[in-house]
């Protein structure tokens, strides 16, 4: 005998974080991995329109470079970065966690506080770099 | 004691029938991307790469091509794999889910091709 689910609008994820489940650091964390992975993954679109323009003509670069040059364009490259050595940070504690380690609540935040840090510094870090 | 049959067990497929080939390649991408993205960000940083003959005479180097494209394969291998465990999980409807996974994947590989194959024209061009 099949029971009918009780209802059909019960909350699936992620929809449930706020109104049904508290916010915290690492549900957070984990979901900024997967937006950060799905931007950069849109990315590699202007990643491939970047060496292909370079594969044909000066004059082709020349036109993506003054885009990318651009306030929106340098804007949305810092966003890039920040994106890129986010998930660069937390891939790496990701890796860590398929050791079997880091899962007690004390170490999780600890990693998770120190990958949103390196995540700020290493794009200022990089951006200050750029420009020396 | 285990409910599955000893044929089950020798396989190693679990119930999706897939093993475990598309959570490893992810993390074998992702070890490789960590030294290859570090480098890619270096570079960039290092050399003016918005101007054409620079970036023309960085790809000639045949350690930076091959870098290049080694970075580039495991780049959009990952950005499929990725894109295509976020489809599984947020998208109910089946016909929907293929068709996303369809599309996402053809063109992330076409991006892909496109990347790698400019690399090469620019390292084999005079």
């Known amino acids: ?132 | 004691m285990s409910l599955r049959s000893p044929l089950s067990q020798a396989r190693g497929l679990g119930s999706a029938k897939d093993g475990v080939g598309h959570w490893w390649m992810q993390r074998m991408t992702a070890i490789a991307l960590i030294p290859l993205s570090l480098w890619f960000v270096f570079s960039l940083v290092r050399f003016p790469l918005l101007d054409h003959a620079t970036m023309v005479a960085w790809i000639h180097a045949p350690l930076v091509a091959v870098a290049l494209v080694l970075f580039f394969l495991a780049m959009f291998y990952h950005a499929a794999l990725g894109v295509q465990v976020v489809i599984e999980d947020y998208v109910g409807n089946e016909g929907v889910k293929l068709v996303s996974i369809l599309v996402t994947k053809f063109a992330l590989f076409a991006f892909g091709a496109a990347a790698i194959f400019a690399v090469l024209k620019i390292a084999f061009g005079a």
Request: proline residues 5%; positive net charge.
């Open chain 1, 1 to 132: 005998m099949s029971v009918k689910p009780a209802s059909s609008n019960r909350p699936l994820s992620p929809f449930m974080i706020g109104p049904y489940y508290k916010p915290q650091l690492t549900s957070m964390l984990s979901i900024t991995h997967r937006l950060t992975g799905l931007a950069l993954a849109f990315g590699t679109i202007f990643i491939a329109a970047w060496v292909t323009a370079a594969a044909t003509s000066p004059e082709a670069y020349g036109q993506f470079a003054w885009a990318a040059n651009s306030i929106i364009g340098k804007l949305l490259l810092i966003a890039y970065t920040w994106a890129l050595v986010y998930h660069l940070c937390n891939g790496i504690r990701h890796l860590f966690w398929d050791t079997g380690r880091g899962f007690a609540l004390k170490s999780a935040y600890a990693s998770g506080y120190a990958v949103v840090g390196a995540s700020v510094v290493l794009t200022a870090v990089i951006w200050v770099a750029a420009y020396l």
